[in-house]
Antibody, heavy 125, light 107 residues
């Protein structure tokens, strides 16, 4: 059974750095093609993809936010961490982690088939 | 790459809801659809344009042609009331794009 769970502070102050952890089970990030992404959703707004880390530790970022984002895996490879620097009230959102697969034979990336329940982060001014 | 969705769709129970997702030459991409009920995480309901994950009713179907991908919900039920998002992978920029979402209201 695949599960993902986000954890981190519910409230941060403007200019602080946010650190979120995604703890997962039921799959391995050592499996070729597997990756985990972070996606956020401001209240009442649409989903926005933030970052991705692959089984081989290759990382990708939303170009509009990449200077503020860092994604990493922990040594046990059962957790993925996202840091967001210089937080602002506009970053108030529910942050989700989700799993997907890259199919190297076709060069196609699959859908986000499993999601965490999300972590609401509020940024105070 | 931009995906455009209508903000809302209203449908009576038992009728068919059609949700569109517009994008430049979207037919060349694989489109995925997610259902997000109020206060819950998104759930994948259609992937690769028209395939359904296990556990998703056959009432959910998808298609993709030209500049428009479509999610169709047949025999709509009260439990289908939710926001629906389309999503593609933009291989050029190697990033993921979500549509703006369509709120389906069951009358």
């Amino acid at each position: 059974q695949v599960t993902l769970t986000e954890s981190g502070p519910a409230l941060v102050k403007r200019t602080q750095t946010l650190t979120l952890t995604c703890t997962f089970s039921g799959f391995s990030l050592r499996t070729s093609g597997m990756f985990v992404s972070w996606i956020r959703q401001p209240p009442g707004k649409a989903l926005e993809w933030l970052a991705r880390i692959d089984w081989d530790d290759v990382k990708y970022y939303n170009t509009s936010l990449q200077t503020r984002l860092t994604i990493s895996k922990d040594t046990s490879e059962t957790q993925v961490v996202l840091t967001v620097t210089n937080m602002d009230p506009v970053d108030t959102a529910t942050y989700y982690c989700a799993r997907a697969t890259y199919y190297s034979d076709s060069g196609i990336v699959g859908p986000f088939d499993y999601w965490g329940q999300g972590a609401l982060v509020t940024v105070s001014s | 790459y931009v995906l455009t969705q209508a903000p809302s769709v209203s449908v009576a129970p038992g009728q068919t809801a059609t949700i569109s997702c517009g994008g430049n030459n979207i037919e060349t991409k694989s489109v995925h659809w997610y259902q997000q009920r109020e206060g819950q995480a998104p759930v994948l309901v259609v992937y690769d344009d028209s395939d359904r994950p296990s556990g998703i009713p056959e009432r959910f179907s998808g298609s993709n042609s030209g500049n428009t991908a479509t999610l169709t919900i047949s025999r709509v039920e009260a439990g289908d009331e939710a926001d629906y998002y389309c999503q593609v992978w933009d291989g050029i920029g190697d990033h993921f794009v979500f549509g703006s979402g369509t709120k389906v209201t069951v009358l």
